[in-house]
């Protein structure tokens, strides 16, 4: 069955010792279509790029039946595997907006230039997110105001790229979805997928209703995770996607050591499980939902 990893972090520097084996190979080889690596700082994102820029194949550009071709001669050959990037301030970051240095030094005179350089790397090839982006209320690290702030100018600039938007909330699901209400009434909506869902099934139904996806992590493989079984299994199929969050979070039997995207299979049985489908069947369900939701 083909994987699709729609929230990633092989930037990290988990992956330092083996990042070109896993992305250049071991991944396609167990099937991993694509994976999005997602910026969640400013150095975070431009790493994005380059290994989209490294990693891309020219699958992509393809129709479907010829990139599901080429996809199964790279799986046979080990070839790379396609990684797209997400460019986007997670909500610890957002200081950088306001003045702050960043990790390498970086600073800049205001918000607006901070959003003007996102806004270059969102025009690069192989970007399809503005993420991931949203509000933490766990950490702290940056006052609520703050985060609202940069939270709804960042779903702006994903509207006028029409690109779509992934979500980080935590702690934070009411402010988060209101948010995204405000900005989909205004008729500024840009789509997109709430990542690592954590919230009740009533609210992934609004979501749903305003056509954003559930991204549906290793969490789910979790035994005492009934809160997000309930909503994987009153979810409509076509709005669920699969994420490792990886090198975080891995599934049942692997919890506790570093995730990729290969351990996503777990949490395609799983979901296949509760939706009582059959797992090549619910494997390729997901897969066309990952396209879809970033239109590739």
């Known amino acids: 069955m083909l994987i699709c990893d729609t929230h990633s972090h092989y930037d990290d520097d988990a992956f330092a010792k083996d990042r070109e084996e896993l992305l250049g190979g071991a991944l396609a080889a167990a099937g991993v279509e694509f994976t999005v690596n997602m910026g969640a700082s400013m150095e975070g994102a431009e790493a994005s790029v380059m290994l989209a820029e490294k990693y891309r194949a020219d699958a992509q ?25 997400g460019c ?3 909500p610890d970051d957002v200081g950088v907006f306001e003045g702050k240095e960043t990790a390498s030094g970086m600073r800049f005179p205001g918000g607006a230039d901070v959003l003007e350089h996102l806004r270059v790397l969102c025009g690069k090839e192989g970007v399809v997110c503005v993420g991931e982006i949203g509000l ?5 690290v940056e006052e609520k105001e703050v985060q609202k702030r940069w939270f709804r100018e960042q779903m702006r600039l994903a509207h006028e790229l029409d690109l779509p938007i992934n979500v980080h909330s935590r702690d934070a699901a009411q402010d988060t979805f209101d948010m995204i209400r405000e900005n989909y009434e205004a008729g500024n909506d840009t789509g997109g997928i709430i990542h690592c869902y954590s919230g009740s099934a009533e609210l992934a139904r609004e979501y749903v209703r305003m056509g954003y996806h559930i991204g549906i992590g290793g969490v789910v493989t979790f035994k005492n995770a009934k809160t997000l079984k309930k909503v994987v299994s009153q979810t409509p199929m076509e709005y669920l996607v699969t994420e490792t969050d990886c090198p975080y979070l891995s599934p049942e039997p692997n919890r ?23 797992v090549e069947q619910c494997a ?3 897969r066309r939902n990952a396209h879809e939701v970033y239109r590739v």
């Open 61 to 85: 550009k393809a129709d479907a039946q010829k990139a599901g071709a080429q996809i199964a001669e790279r799986r046979e050959a080990a070839g790379p595997t396609i990684v797209y990037a």
């Open 136 to 140: 933490d209320y766990h950490w702290m």
């Open 88 to 90: 986007g301030i997670h």
């Open 256 to 278: 506790g050591k570093r995730n990729d995207s290969r351990n996503i299979r777990f949490v395609i049985e799983e979901i296949a499980r509760l939706k009582e489908l059959d």
């Open 284 to 286: 390729e369900l997901l």
